[in-house]
């Protein structure tokens, strides 16, 4: 199994999905603000609004949430303003993290960052010092049930993407950042079933820990996930589970 499918790493997880649920809404709902004031709020001339609002919908998102978040962040309503900021740093094993964040207090969100790395036996570093390892990527799961793998690569060939890597139970999609959410829609479109659809950073290679060393790494990835001030975590620990 791949490091870096997300859809995959939630799946391992998926215990916990009902009580995330409120937390993935408040992070969605906090990107949904800055896609908004960076570039309004019709996402037919802002993409990136229309590729969050397609995250929300995937994630079950009602739509009234959706729209309360988009009036927040236009004005029509009273809303919070958030800055994003990235924290680079290492966990044990040498493994490498990065952690992308929206925040109405830059302070308080370096704290807790630095807080759950050195509580777990990492450490916090300078901006640059893992992400050269990664490289974003738009990545589109989708169902291989009943799915002609050969077929689906031709559709999402065309479409645009860059590659399809077949798993037991999904094919994953690799596109440029800029046409995941096109892809994902062409493959909508063909009658497939998309699991999901995002932008990551995709590690160059992984790394694999021992039962002990990965317990800690997750219990480190477990704190920093909880804090709704952190939007993505990635990594390059190969096959983590719970």
């Known amino acids: ?25 408040t992070k969605i709902g906090r990107e949904i603000a800055v896609v908004v004031k960076a570039g309004g709020s019709d996402p ?3 993409p990136r609004l229309k590729d969050v609002i397609a995250k929300a919908k995937q994630n079950n998102m009602p739509n009234d949430t959706i729209e309360r978040s988009i ?10 303003n958030y800055e994003s900021c990235v924290y680079e740093g290492y966990g044990v094993g040498g493994s490498a993290v990065i952690v992308e964040c929206l925040t109405d207090n830059k302070n308080r969100t370096a704290g807790d960052v630095r807080h759950a790395f050195d509580k777990f036996g990492g450490s916090m570093g300078s901006t640059g010092c893992v992400s ?7 990545l589109v799961d989708v169902s291989n049930e009943g799915v ?8 999402a060939l065309d479409a645009g993407a860059k590659d ?3 798993y037991d139970d999904s094919l994953e999609i690799i596109t440029e950042p800029n046409n995941c959410n096109a892809v994902a829609e062409a493959l909508t479109k063909a009658g497939y079933n998309v699991l999901s659809s995002d932008v990551q950073m995709v590690p160059d290679n992984y790394v694999d820990l021992d039962e002990a060393k990965l317990a800690t790494f997750n219990r480190m990835i477990d ?9 993505e975590v990635y990594h390059n620990v190969n096959n983590i589970e719970d």
């Open 148 to 155: 002609d793998a050969d077929e689906l690569m031709l559709t």
């Open 71 to 80: 009036k927040k962040a236009s004005g029509e309503l009273a809303g919070v």
């Open 132 to 138: 050269y390892l990664f490289q974003r990527k738009g």
């Open 164 to 166: 399809v890597v077949e």
């Open 223 to 231: 704190m920093l996930e909880d804090s709704d001030d952190v939007q």
């Open 44 to 46: 037919v001339s802002n």
């Open 1 to 25: 199994m791949s490091g870096h499918s997300k859809w995959h790493n939630i799946q391992a997880r998926k215990g916990k999905s009902d009580a995330a649920r409120g937390k993935i809404f």
